[in-house]
């Protein structure tokens, strides 16, 4: 595994710092720098020992060998631009943003002819928490990180960057942008924009205190991703919102149809629905719903 | 504190069994006697020392001094009917049904005069595992308990069963059945069918293993309760099918508002409404929420 003497972090969050921590469990980072435009995250960042020094971004990328971009996607066309003037020759760029063909496409209008240099992906990790006080060397360990890797990449710069996620203790699976967009505008987005929704939609009433008092574990677990960062998940909503859009369009029908049978008092009907839910439910769990197949490659 | 010598659970599954093993932990039970259509359950709740004898339910009623109806609330009717027939005088008839006013209903019908006996509850605590080997001494502790009582209740009978739940650990708070059963549709029952609406969609695409492949903790999280009995909810869903209807209709209509500030990028709504939603739940977690006005009353 190579060494990297200087790692940038720009976005010191619970991503960026969870990173940071990991390669230096995994020892393979001598110094790491954080950029970050909120100085107390770059306060606690350096309190916590989740980074060695804050500078700008342009003193930050001078002589940096490793940079991960963890700034809300919506963020992330004007850090590329900010990378692009200040970039050493044979840096790697990576990225952890939750939606692909946007930053790709963002990478692909500021970075020029320095896109080989950029290899995206998309760590499933995260929390309900943010902020670098949330960070943890362990947030990658087991868990996929998707690699979209584009055409201009060399196989030595994809190598590397596998080599790196792997070192996080993440697995490493690759898939196209457009396939990775709609399997979690799927998985991930639509449960977000569900859970923050029903959220709202108590909160908003005349007896919202009444039914608070009686929302109990079923609702709490439900609804623990209504805690997560609003700028980031509206940024994701934006910038994934075909695909979000088609996810949500979907599931409206479905609950349509359940409210049909439920109107309708077809028993039978009900019970299969959510028969098929729970077992369904349960062979995921069981390591039994496995299988991705990268349709659109 | 009454010592019960005889507790009858109509019903040996989780709640049923968690019930006697609450009561045997609090020492205020000297026999608990198991009564179930499934004898298998019967066979496990004997092995785990839930219940001490299993009988039918003629045999079990007799000489009881408290009966916990425990099954899933469409065969409330039949169970009553059942009760009924062979109740002996003084006995305290209590239930743990999901929803009031149907099992209500049901009571007066079967129960006739003795309707004063029976003394209406719901218990705040579930999981989404079933079954009597999920039973738990431990339960209902710190758990609400909803207490519907009837006008035909005596005050007697009400302080009896409030002292029974207290016992099991749990804290007592008294409300209509309407409103009972209005709070729950949105707090409870809605969450439910659309966690099971939503694994259910993904199950039944061609692409179901991809989905399933990189669904995370969020989307487990969100979806465990779709791992609840699926006779329970059918059951619940039908029984409490008109606050559940206006309570899906809201969802769908607040859903599609959301759809709209996505396609509409209207990113400083979006934010807005997500930030509203994550302080609301935190300021729930945070107990600054509490405050049950029983506006029916």
Known sequence: MIIFKRLVIVGVGLIGGSFALALKRAG??????????NCAALDDALRLNVIDTAASISEALKGADLVLLAVPVRQMSATFALVARDIAANTIIIDCGSTKRDVIAAARAELGEKISRFVPAHPIAGRE??????????????????????????AEAIARTTDIWRACGANVVTMTAAAHDAVFAAV??????????????????????????????????????AGSSPEMWRDIALNNRDALLTEMDAYIAKTQQLRTLIANRDAAELEHLMQRAREARAKWLAGELNGFRDESA
Chains 1, 2 share one sequence.
């Open 28 to 37: 393979i980072v001598v110094e790491v720098i954080g950029v970050d435009r």
């Open 129 to 154: 928490t943010s902020g670098v006080g949330a960070a943890d060397a362990m947030l990658f360990d087991g868990k996929n990180v998707v690699l979209t890797s584009l055409e201009e990449n060399s």
């Open 188 to 225: 991930s987005h639509l449960p977000h924009m569900l859970a923050f929704a029903l959220v709202d939609e108590f909160a908003a009433r005349a007896n919202a205190k009444s039914l608070f008092s009686f929302a109990a574990s079923g609702f709490r677990d439900f609804t623990r991703i």
